[in-house]
Structure formats: C-alpha cells, structure tokens
C-alpha cells in the first residue's frame, strides 16, 4: 500500500499525465480538451487503494513520472506495430481437428430400455442374476393346479426383479385389479391351503453348497410360503412345486434343492425325507 506522503503529488502528476495525453489526442482530432474535472475525497481514497506504485524514476522518488510526460514528443513519429498478414493468411485453417461434441445425454436417457420387471422363465443362471439385483434372493410365484387366479394376472409362473419389487404384495398390486391389495388378501392367494391360487416362496443361490443327489457343487434353494401349521403345506405340495420350478426354471433345474423354511415343514421333511427323495425332490436343511 502506498504511503501517505506520496499520495498528493501522485495524484498531481497523475493528473497532468492525463491531462499532457488529453492534448496530444486533441491536436489530432482538433477538438478542445478541459484539465480533468478534480475527484473528491471518497473517490480519491479508492484510487488510492486500485493504483500500484508506480517506478523509480532514478532521482529516489517513487512519485517520479517525468518518464511518462508525451507532452515534447511527436506522436506521428510513435511506430506502428507490424502485423504479418502473411502467417495470417497462411495458417492451414485445417489442420485444426475438429472436436466431438457429447451426445445429449436427455436423448440417452430417452432411449434407454426400461428395466424387466419380472420373468415368465428362468433359462439360465444369468437370468437369475438378472432378477437378483446383486443379493442371493429372487421371489416367486408358481400356479397352483386347478386354481384360477385374478383376472389381471396372465398366469404361469412369476421371477420378479428384486431391484424393483423386493415384495410379493407390492408386485402383485402392479396387475389390474389387484391395485388395492391388502396383506390379508395376499396370505388368502398365498398363503392359506384352501384358498390359495399361487404357490409362492424365494429361490436362494447356494454356490458353494453341495447337491444332496447328484454332488453338483452349486444350488439354487427354493421355500414355499405356508401358515404357521402343520397341514399348510404337504408332500405331495412340495413335490409339485419342485415340478413345477424345474419347468418353469429349467435352466437351474439340476440344482434346484427344497428347503424348509418352518418348524412344521422341517418336522415333516424329517420324518419324509426318503419319500421326497424318491419322488426325485432334493432337500436340505438349512
């Protein structure tokens, strides 16, 4: 910041240099020039704080501007800065690469595919993957034989996207006339023995389990939804399920395993387990 002492005659010199310019620009316009009009306290203060100090003229005043008066010189004989119109003229316009602009990412977005909600089959254990959202769980829902379901839903079995629907509920509400389905009403097509139309339950993926029949390293482990009681889900229930996962989910059918999911369940695959076996269902305990 500039000391005080050199505040004034700055500003004077400072003045007769916009002045001394004023007058050469008006001996070649030929128009009048008046001295600048005098800046009052408050603006002065503020040009004090904006002007940097200015050279050492070589006489020891940091104020000295004597440098900088155009008052004894000519104008005209200022040379004129030289442009090379030839390296103007000459630049190889293309040479310049072009530059790829982004696409929009709106028209990106737009053209997307949407997410698959669910899967009528399960052909592969990709599509599984594709079902699990990156968790060891993908929900499903298998028609019971001889059972009508709503009307809304198209039928067969169900693989849905975790990612979207982690629950039966939400995901049934998703077809026509099942918007306002109630927890109740879903243990009634689910849940309950007499009433249920779908068979419902989570397929795990197990890779490092082994298959109880065929020692395949690798299993997909499926429960089946029942009521806390002893008759909610039988053998020939867990038979037909195990069929109908296996037509359904044919590309994991050599490693589908049952597993019961209840004390009931567990009771009963306990004491019937070489009869699951026999019927070709596969079962371990978890």
């Known amino acids: 910041m500039?000391?005080?002492k050199f505040a004034a005659p700055l500003s004077r010199d400072f003045n007769r240099w916009i002045a001394c310019g004023c007058m050469v620009l008006a001996g070649i316009a030929g128009v009048a020039c008046s001295d600048p009009a005098p800046s009052g306290p408050a603006d002065a203060a503020l040009e004090l704080?904006?002007?940097?100090?200015?050279?050492?003229?070589?006489?020891?005043?940091?104020?000295?501007t004597a440098d900088l008066d155009a008052s004894d010189g000519d104008v005209a004989d200022?040379?004129?800065?030289?442009?090379?119109?030839?390296?103007?003229?000459?630049?190889?316009?293309?040479?310049?690469?072009?530059?790829?602009?982004?696409a929009d990412l709106t028209d990106?977005?737009?053209?997307?595919?949407?997410?698959?909600?669910?899967?009528?089959?399960?052909?592969?254990?990709t599509a599984w993957l594709s079902m699990a959202?990156?968790?060891d769980e993908v929900k499903y829902l298998a028609p019971v034989a001889e059972r009508t379901p709503p009307e809304g839903y198209p039928g067969g079995c169900a693989f849905q996207n975790m990612a979207i629907h982690a629950w039966h509920l939400t995901f049934?509400?998703?077809f026509p006339g099942l918007e306002s389905l109630t927890p109740q009403g879903?243990?009634?097509?689910?849940?309950?023995?007499?009433?249920?139309?779908?068979?419902?339950?989570?397929?795990y993926r197990r890779p490092s389990a082994l298959?109880?029949?065929?020692?395949?390293?690798?299993?997909?482990?499926?429960?089946?939804?029942?009521?806390?009681?002893?008759?909610?889900v039988q053998v020939p229930d867990i038979a037909a399920v195990d069929a109908i996962l296996k037509n359904c989910a044919h590309g994991l059918a050599d490693r589908l395993v049952f597993v019961p999911s209840t004390d009931e369940q567990r009771q009963l695959v306990f004491s019937q387990h070489s009869t699951l076996e026999a019927m070709g269902v596969a079962v371990v305990f978890n």
Not at 51 to 61: A, F, K, Q, T, V
Not at 108 to 125: I, M, N, R, T, Y
Not at 211 to 232: C, K, M, N, Q
């Open 2 to 4: 500039m000391s005080r």
């Open 49 to 64: 704080q904006e002007l940097p100090e200015w050279p050492d003229g070589g006489d020891g005043d940091a104020g000295d």
């Open 78 to 102: 200022l040379p004129e800065a030289e442009v090379d119109d030839a390296s103007v003229d000459g630049a190889d316009l293309d040479a310049i690469p072009e530059v790829d602009m982004p």
């Open 108 to 125: 990106e977005e737009d053209s997307a595919e949407p997410p698959v909600v669910w899967l009528s089959e399960l052909d592969s254990v």
């Open 133 to 135: 959202d990156g968790g």
């Open 172 to 174: 049934l509400r998703t």
């Open 186 to 203: 879903y243990a009634s097509l689910v849940l309950a023995r007499n009433t249920r139309v779908w068979w419902g339950g989570s397929l």
């Open 211 to 232: 298959h109880p029949i065929s020692g395949v390293v690798g299993i997909f482990a499926y429960t089946i939804y029942g009521e806390a009681r002893a008759d909610s």
